[in-house]
């Protein structure tokens, strides 16, 4: 589940970055996508390090 959180997240935040920056659609898809694999990637990793409630 926290890799999901960490997607949306990071596309959320790639989206902003490309528009505080200038970008237009296809420059704000770009970052959205890297940060949501990056953000997938920091979920997953965050997954296997914190151990499950229960």
Known sequence: ML???G???G???G???AR???G??????Q??????ILGFLLGTFAMLML???G
């Open 20 to 22: 505080r920056r200038g």
């Open 11 to 13: 596309a959320a935040l």
């Open 3 to 5: 890799n999901l959180i």
């Open 7 to 9: 997607a949306l997240g």
């Open 31 to 36: 970052y959205a996508a890297v940060f949501a």
């Open 24 to 29: 237009n659609r296809l420059d704000m898809a």
């Open 51 to 53: 151990p499950a409630p």
């Open 15 to 17: 989206v902003l970055v």
